[in-house]
């Protein structure tokens, strides 16, 4: 039996979803995450247009992970408001739409489009390392602050933030004073860590095509700065009611625990399903309820945050 848990006021089954960005682009992939076990449809990041993305090989696999570059490839927010409705009519899982741009009036009118959809949250995407000229805001307070100052009030659903990685405790409660002043539902952490390079030395070359292999690491490499930056949102948000999906190297049930012991109320997965495909939610779920049984938990929610400290 998956435990039901509460998103930003939605129920949800089960702890582990899919994280945006993995085998959830076009109606194929996203209609196999309906039938799979995930307990949210959470859909690829998108653009008022679509985008074909950077040119390939734009992702490789590792044993530690991946790196990727995949340049916001989407086939625009009209195609995902549509999708919304047709994941509706098929499945009960809440569907989450993901929201990207190149400037604030980009995700003001793809907020407003989703706000009149199917859709149950909005996530907001200021993370995505891979495009050329295009910073990733969250590591920009001041200008998240004006970004949200438009989105919020546009429409009634919740929003949520995808953030990146910050590596100094002082970045990230900055952000989390913007979080705590616009009243952001939930926040998704870690998207990929930037600027990261993977090299082949037999063939001197990178593993992957765009902007001279630079991309967005992803998978085990990621645990332990996901989980830093899970615990860190604990601390400044937990009186908040501030929901926190945890997404940065969940492989198996006991890399949930881990996620839900720092803070997380769920965790997302990206690397391990586009390895694995979305048979890996029957499995990780089946693996937290061996690991709780084994702990003698009635739930993963009662783990939330109980990280204890080494005497
Ligand atoms: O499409 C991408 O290159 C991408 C996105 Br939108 C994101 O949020 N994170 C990432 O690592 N890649």
């Known amino acids: 039996m998956k435990e039901k848990i509460k998103i930003a006021g939605l129920e949800v089954k089960g702890l582990v979803m899919n994280a945006s960005g993995a085998k959830d682009t076009t109606w194929e992939e996203l ?17 008022p247009l679509p985008r074909k993305g950077n040119p390939e090989p734009r992702l490789a696999e590792t044993k530690m992970g991946m790196i990727q570059s995949m340049g916001w490839p989407n086939l625009g927010f009209e195609k995902y408001v549509e999708f919304a409705k047709r994941l509706k009519g098929i499945c009960d899982k809440p569907i989450v739409a993901s ?17 009149k959809s199917e859709v149950d949250l909005i ?5 995505c390392p891979n495009i050329e000229g295009h910073p990733q805001l969250g590591y920009d307070p001041e200008k998240c602050d004006e970004l949200l100052g438009k989105l919020v009030g546009i429409g009634e659903k919740p929003l949520g933030l995808k953030l990146p990685a910050y ?43 765009p902007r001279g292999g630079m991309g967005g690491l992803c998978g085990s490499y990621l645990k332990p700065v996901a989980l830093g930056n899970v615990r860190g949102w604990w601390e400044l ?24 012991l720092a803070g997380a109320d769920a965790v997302q997965v990206a690397t391990t399903l586009e390895k694995e495909g979305v048979g890996c939610f029957e499995r990780i ?27």
């Open 237 to 260: 948000l937990k009186d908040e009611g501030v929901a926190i999906l945890g997404v940065g190297g969940v492989e198996n049930g006991n890399d949930v625990v881990e996620f839900l």
């Open 31 to 47: 209609e196999a995450l309906a039938k799979s076990e995930t307990g949210m449809i959470v859909m690829k990041s998108c653009t």
């Open 167 to 209: 590596l100094d405790r002082a970045q990230q409660e900055k952000m989390a004073e913007v979080i705590k002043k616009h009243k952001i539902a939930f926040v998704t952490a870690i998207n990929s860590l930037g600027n990261c390079l993977i090299i082949d030395p037999e063939k001197e070359t990178p593993i992957i095509k």
């Open 123 to 127: 996530e907001i995407s200021v993370s």
């Open 285 to 311: 779920n089946g693996e937290v309820e061996k690991v709780l049984e084994r702990k003698g938990k009635k739930s993963g929610t009662e783990m939330k945050g109980k990280l204890k400290e080494l005497s």
């Open 99 to 115: 929201v990207a741009g190149f400037c604030d009036e980009d995700y003001v009118k793809i907020v407003e489009a989703f706000s």
